[in-house]
């Protein structure tokens, strides 16, 4: 099962190399990971996502990155309330005559095109990877040439407030 894991981690040069290395003698596979700085200076977020078998796996990856000294909070957010996006750059053939066409598969998925050249586009989609998966299902036959994504990025949603429960009293 795919895992969703956040690391709150020190921006310390090897933090990501002895991560990731814990995580390849364990035998974890990484389907993608995204790394960058957070709103407090010093301080990197780390969204990764994992294949883990079991929960005592999944138990053991969170121990284990909790013990590395540069990691403040570790979190699985698989099953939680969260906002995920991911980018892809994906380039298409493309001639004259499809431009159009392409353009109108692409705009259902607010995607862009960002670059043109004689005999390609570059389309841009950002969301979640289901998405930006079926963007890329639909735009195959047109012959992608190139493709890259930068992996999953994510956090937990803000706590949003309890609904008020209004109750009702008779005036005697």
Known sequence: MKRIITATVQNRSGVLNRITGMLTK????IESISVGTSETEGISKMTFVVEIGD??????LTKQLNKQIDVLKVSDI??????????ALIKVGSTGQN?????GVITP??????????????????????KVDALINLLKPYGIKELTRTGVTAFQRGRQPE?????NTLLI
């Open 26 to 29: 364990r035998q974890f596979n």
């Open 78 to 87: 698989t099953d939680k309330a969260i906002v995920a996006r991911e980018l």
């Open 55 to 60: 929960n005592q796996k999944l138990e053991q």
């Open 163 to 167: 609904p008020v429960q209004e109750v």
């Open 99 to 103: 431009r159009t066409e392409i353009q």
């Open 109 to 130: 998925f607010r995607a862009n095109v960002i670059d043109v050249s004689k005999d390609s586009l570059i389309i841009q989609v950002t969301g979640k990877p289901d």
